[in-house]
């Protein structure tokens, strides 16, 4: 009984590690996504002042 709860306990960990490397890949996409849009925004506004 302990060994099915130690094993529930590793599957829940693993589980959770998975979900907090998914969230970090999220954030690094709309990370990389904002500096894009600013990168094109500036530009764009550059031009607008030229």
Do not use: M, P
Not at 7 to 26: N, R, S, W
Not at 31 to 44: C, F, G, H, P, Q
């Amino acid at each position: 009984r302990k060994a099915a709860l130690v094993l529930k306990c590793v599957g829940y960990v693993a589980h959770f590690q998975e979900v907090i490397e998914t969230l970090v890949q999220v954030e690094h996409k709309v990370d990389s996504i904002y500096a894009w849009s600013n990168k094109e925004l500036k530009l764009t506004g550059i031009e607008s002042c030229l």
